[in-house]
């Protein structure tokens, strides 16, 4: 029986749904065999959205959407398996990132919580879970991520080559590859496709800007962009992290007090922007020139590569599709390959990148048996 094959699991800021991927890493080259992606349930999407602010009886609410959340990424995985025609018994662990609800590394004493119960995976799947991968680094001292870029540095780099990896999710992070194995670096620029999202599904009810359509329609507001610029996260130097604690609609709708004369349509295209322009900034911090692959969501969004395009002339840009890797399932992958590395007792995190204090291996084994 072979022993190469691991499951990712990944829910990401925007909540959009839980990515699954059966990945084989017999040759050195991960090698991407079935995918699924299990949505969530409005119930349930709308219980985490009020968990990610404080509230009331959050204790309570935890600890049930614990268990929820963790039900419906067994249920991911048992469909995955399901429409791959492979039993429980090849696969060597699950990985699974859960679902952050809370991300603060920056405190006094910094924290990170992602819920999705692991030994309710295990018990609802029958396979060994391998989770918790972000709170070792933070013990270590780091941000507990972003932890894709080990995993982009394994398998998209290139010596002599400076590659930049773009993963824009509900928060945009960046990869940068710059030929030397040595020096990469990674971070989060700040909002990918929260905002925009959200501005959306208040104005139009609608899940996301489908090939930005909506922000083509309108007109940027330099003046709101600007002042949205203006937060301080963006004049941080790396490392650095962030998530819907600085960046969320409250944080949207009090920026917007000053626009309520604004077009809804302008205001969509300001948001659009400011994904663009906080990424494209925090690029030219690191090279003038180069190649540029997308992946995540927002890979997807026509007018999103094209004002990135605009805005890096010094860069080729395309998908990661180029590189041989479909970008809908890249953290998918990642989160497989972090598992494996678990299982095999290597170190899966940069601290160049976190800010960590050393390398350390990652994650909690929870056994099904």
Known sequence: MTQSLFIGLMSGTSMDGVDAVLVDFASPQPQLVATHTEPYPVH????????????QDEIN??????????????????????????????????????????????LEVGFTL?????????????????????????????????????????????????????????IANITWLPGNADAVLGFDTGPGNTL??????????????????????????????????????????????????????????????????????????????????????????????????????GALNGALMRRLAALLPGYSIATTSALGVDPKWVEGIAFAWLAARHHLGLPANLPAVTGASREAVLGARFPAA
């Open 44 to 55: 349930l999407l709308k219980g985490l959205q009020r968990l990610c602010q404080p509230g």
């Open 196 to 297: 925009i999202d959200a501005w959306i599904q208040q104005v139009k009810e609608l899940p996301f800007d489908a090939d930005g359509e909506f922000a083509q329609s309108g007109t940027t507001n330099e003046k709101l962009l600007k002042q949205l610029l203006s937060h301080p996260y963006f004049a941080l130097s790396h490392p650095k992290s962030t998530g819907r604690e600085l960046f969320n609609g409250a944080w949207l709708e009090q920026q917007l007090e000053d626009f309520a004369n604004l077009d809804e349509a302008d205001i969509q295209s300001t948001l659009l922007d400011l994904t663009c322009r906080s990424i494209a900034q925090d690029i030219y911090k690191l090279s003038w020139e180069g190649e540029l692959f997308v992946c995540g969501g």
């Open 114 to 170: 992602q819920i999705g119960d692991p030994n309710t995976i295990a018990a609802e799947t029958g396979i060994d879970v391998i989770a918790d991968f972000r709170r070792k680094d933070i013990a270590l001292g780091g941000q507990g991520a972003p932890l894709v870029p080990a995993f982009h540095q394994q398998v998209f780099a290139k010596e002599g080559e400076c590659r930049v990896i773009l993963n824009i999710g509900g």
């Open 61 to 106: 609410r935890l600890g049930r959407l614990d268990r929820s959340v963790g039900s419906l990424f067994a249920t991911a995985v048992n469909n995955l398996l399901a429409k791959a025609g492979v039993d429980k018994s090849q696969v060597v662990a699950v990985g699974s990132h859960g679902q952050t609800v809370r991300h603060m590394p920056n």
